[in-house]
């Protein structure tokens, strides 16, 4: 259907396999073949909000895709498997940028061939990746050539991934990239956009912080472009049941392998539920984390960061029962919390409680 319309919307709950879907569709939209044969017939942008995003959607386009592929992030390490295919590490191959490092009087004319390699790097692309603000923001795709002021590279079909993280502009802005059709891939029952500015006026907040799905989805004439991906392969049915039931109509379905594991009979407030809800009243609190300098990791006190004691002795004293009783080790347990001052009580708790390793990213 997202080839097939100029507008579609794709809703992606949990486990239901969107970065599946996502990769899929890309490669069909790539086989796509125009009787006219326009050059920019089939070049796709495929744009993700949080950076991270996009090594995983890359990484599994190029294991399924084939052609020229251009990244356009630079805010983040990239994985040296991934390399080749970022934009600066095409660029700096090509026959323009093949030279010595300019004189202090050759660098206007240096930085002017660097962005002509770089807008002929991604003519070249069939598929560009980047985030969203880099999609309306990078040179190389908005600049044109005064006075006609004509984007230097077209798109076929534009992709907006984890859509409902992302404020309502960050998803208009790159669409309007879009000659021929426009997906917009998330899910608003998740989590919603983030919007830091704190001078901005309450109600200009309220827009932002509404997810565009959820905004385009008010409206049930809008329904015929969205579909929902119903079929879920990742939690056990216990799990499965609650957000099906709260936030999706019942409508999710398992299509997911249950292996064979010891029951953990001490934690379930029932033998048949994987799930258990706790209750901590425990009140919330500003906490240190660690922060990244040049020379070392240091505590700081971060003011957006926060922090629950009470929750972290709660999550500790869990897994020290999982651990005692048997039948799972540290390696199957996995403590999740989006701060990283929680993150740091956490770990320092178990260290010192416990004494299990951990990874925490």
């Not at 598929?127 to 969203?132: A, F, L, Q, W």
């Not at 923001?137 to 002021?149: F, N, Q, R, W, Y």
Request: aromatic fraction near 8%; charge should be positive.
């Amino acid at each position: 259907r997202g080839l097939q319309r100029p507008f579609s919307m794709v809703q992606g709950p949990p486990g239901t396999g969107k970065t599946s879907f996502l990769v899929q569709f890309i490669v069909a939209a790539l086989s796509v073949r125009d009787r006219r044969a326009k050059p920019d017939y089939g070049r796709i942008l495929d744009t993700d909000v949080p950076p991270h995003l996009i090594t995983r959607v890359y990484s599994r386009t190029i294991e399924r895709s084939y052609g020229y592929y251009a990244r356009t992030e630079y805010a983040f390490e990239i994985q040296p498997h991934l390399e080749e295919h970022a934009l600066h590490w095409k660029v700096h191959g090509t026959s323009q940028l093949r030279m010595a490092p300019p004189a202090r009087n050759q660098q206007k004319d240096y930085d002017k061939a660097y962005e002509d390699a770089e807008v002929w790097v991604l003519q070249k692309s069939r598929i560009v990746i980047t985030t969203c603000a880099n999609a309306y923001l990078h040179s190389a795709l908005m600049k044109g050539d005064p006075p006609k002021i004509i984007r230097p590279v077209k798109f076929d079909t534009i992709v907006v991934d984890e859509a409902a993280q992302a404020p309502e502009p960050d998803v208009v802005l790159p669409s309007t990239c879009a000659q021929t059709r426009v997906v917009v891939v998330g899910d608003h029952k998740q989590l919603g956009p983030v919007v830091p500015e704190r001078n901005l006026c309450a109600p200009y907040v309220s827009i932002l912080k509404m997810p565009f799905l959820e905004r385009m989805l008010k409206n049930p004439r809008r329904w015929e472009a969205s579909t929902m991906l119903n079929m879920q392969y990742r939690m056990h049915p216990s799990i499965r049941s609650f957000p099906s039931s709260q936030f999706y109509d019942s409508k999710l379905e398992d299509r997911v392998v249950i292996p064979h594991r010891p029951q953990l009979n001490r934690i379930w407030p029932e033998a048949r539920e994987h799930r258990r809800f706790i209750d901590c009243q425990t009140p919330q609190s500003m906490g240190l984390s660690p922060e990244l300098t040049t020379c070392d990791a240091a505590l700081t006190e971060n003011k957006t960061s926060l922090k629950n004691v009470g929750e972290a002795k709660v999550a500790v004293a869990l897994c020290s029962l999982l651990l005692g009783q048997g039948g799972c080790s540290a390696k199957d347990i996995a403590i999740i919390t989006p701060y990283r001052a929680q993150q740091h009580e956490i770990r320092g708790r178990l260290q010192r409680d416990i004494g299990a390793g951990s990874a925490c990213k």
